[in-house]
C-alpha cells in the first residue's frame, strides 16, 4: 500500500523559511512534486522532480523554492525561503509510481504565512 507522510509546516513570518519532508513508501516512484491549495483557490503546482533529479517549478516559486530528492529514503524536499503571506495553504506531496503510473498524494501539510 502507498503511503506519502508529509511533515515540516507551520506557521512563519514573512520572509522566513520552512523545509517540507515528504517519506514515500509501498513502491518505486518517477515523478515526486508538491502542489499546495490555498483557501477558496484550486491546487496549484509548486515543484516536481523526476527520479534522475530534474527539477521543475512553477514560475512564481522560481528563485526562492528548491526541491530535492533521497531515492534511498523515497523521500522529496520542498525548501522555502523568502515565505510570503501568499504561500499561505495546504502543501500536498504527489508521487507518480513508476511501473504501475498510478498517482498518489499525501494528506497535506499547513503552512502558514503571517504579515
Known amino acids: 500500500q502507498v503511503q506519502l507522510v508529509e511533515s515540516g509546516g507551520g506557521l512563519v513570518q514573512s520572509g522566513g523559511s520552512l523545509r517540507l519532508s515528504c517519506a514515500a513508501s509501498?513502491?518505486?516512484?518517477?515523478?515526486m512534486g508538491w502542489y499546495r491549495q490555498a483557501p477558496g483557490k484550486q491546487r496549484e503546482l509548486v515543484a516536481t522532480?523526476?527520479?534522475?533529479?530534474?527539477?521543475t517549478y512553477a514560475n512564481s516559486m522560481k528563485g526562492r523554492f528548491t526541491i530535492s530528492r533521497d531515492n534511498a529514503k523515497n523521500t522529496v524536499y520542498l525548501q522555502m525561503n523568502n515565505l510570503k503571506p501568499e504561500d499561505t495553504a495546504v502543501y500536498h506531496c504527489n508521487a507518480i509510481g513508476r511501473f504501475s503510473g498510478g498517482n498518489y498524494w499525501g494528506q497535506g501539510t499547513q503552512v502558514t504565512v503571517s504579515s
Open positions: 522532480i523526476t527520479s534522475a533529479g530534474s527539477p
Open positions: 509501498g513502491s518505486i516512484f518517477s515523478i
